[in-house]
């Protein structure tokens, strides 16, 4: 209930200072129009109280732009701009860096007549993309993508807090990710 005494007092203020930069809009239109200057000192304080008008307008401007994202804020319970977590993995998601199922069958280093078995090479290519990592970005980049856990169940287990886990399996994606555009066991 609070938000929504916030957001109106917010709404309000957006409210009057629109009504503001209007006045300020149609002062600067009528000192544009003035066409009966006679003298010098007129058309110098003309255009200084024009230049002043224009600057009070883009502050003012200013601080509508910051109300609405502030509203907005309160409305939503989220950072305007920003997307929820889920929106944001989904662009991970989409860009394999490895197969999932070949991590998979990495970590259990299953040899059955499997369709998920590794080659010696597809394996050897795993281990040259894990071994640029850090010994910790290793760890929770296996975990997450080898074992299936989740960052909160990487982070109980590491002891680390679920956004380092979350970091750390973002830093070896971005590293694997590089590294599949420039190294040549990588390809293919």
Not at 140 to 166: D, N, Q, R, T, W
Request: charged share 30%; hydrophobic share 35%.
């Amino acid at each position: 209930m609070g938000n929504n005494k916030l957001s109106d007092g917010y709404r309000q203020t957006a409210a009057m200072l629109r009504r503001l930069a209007e006045n300020k809009t149609n002062r600067i239109k009528e000192l544009e129009n003035y066409s009966d200057v006679q003298h010098i000192d007129c058309v110098l304080e003309i255009q200084d109280e024009l230049s002043k008008l224009q600057a009070e307008r883009r502050i003012i401007n200013e601080m509508i732009s910051d109300c609405e994202w502030t509203i907005e804020w309160l409305e939503t319970g989220r950072r305007p701009g920003n997307k929820r977590g889920i929106e944001r993995r989904a662009a991970y998601q989409r860009e394999k860096l490895m197969d999932p199922v070949r991590m998979q069958a990495y970590v259990t280093r299953s040899s059955a007549g499997s369709p998920a078995n590794l080659s010696d090479w597809q394996r050897f290519q795993i281990n040259d993309a894990l071994s640029r990592l850090s010994e910790r970005e290793r760890e929770c980049y296996v975990l997450a993508h080898g074992e299936c856990f989740s960052y909160s169940e990487i982070a109980g287990m590491l002891g680390v807090s679920k956004g380092s886990v979350e970091v750390y399996v973002t830093r070896a994606q971005k590293k694997i990710s590089d590294d599949l555009q420039n190294s040549l066991f990588l390809v293919g």
